[in-house]
């Protein structure tokens, strides 16, 4: 499976990553490079749209942890949008779901980060 990824500015504040396809080993590299590329130019509010995405691995979940980190050595954020049930239930069951902020909508998602 592959992974289609589109980097978007949102707003003054934050950058979107829309994402679509699987987040797995095989996929997350590309996903990394995305996400680093926009830390490296000095963008640190994120907004992750996993509304595209059907499945999500550790390695996936460890490169949004990874993002996550890194943004917060910046005062940044990052938040994702979400709705998919068998997605959601991952960031549950792994208690991501109190690091992340997770929203229904890029409405909400920027919102939240005024």
Known sequence: M???VNVRPSDDEAHVVDLVGEIDVYTSPT???AITELIDEGH???IINLEGVRYIDSTGLGVLIGALKRVREH???VSL???????KKIFDITGLVKIFGIYENEQLAIKALA
């Open 2 to 4: 592959d992974i289609k």
């Open 75 to 77: 005062a940044g954020s």
């Open 44 to 46: 640190y509010h994120l």
């Open 31 to 33: 996903v990394k490079d």
């Open 81 to 87: 949008i979400c709705t998919n049930p068998q997605v």
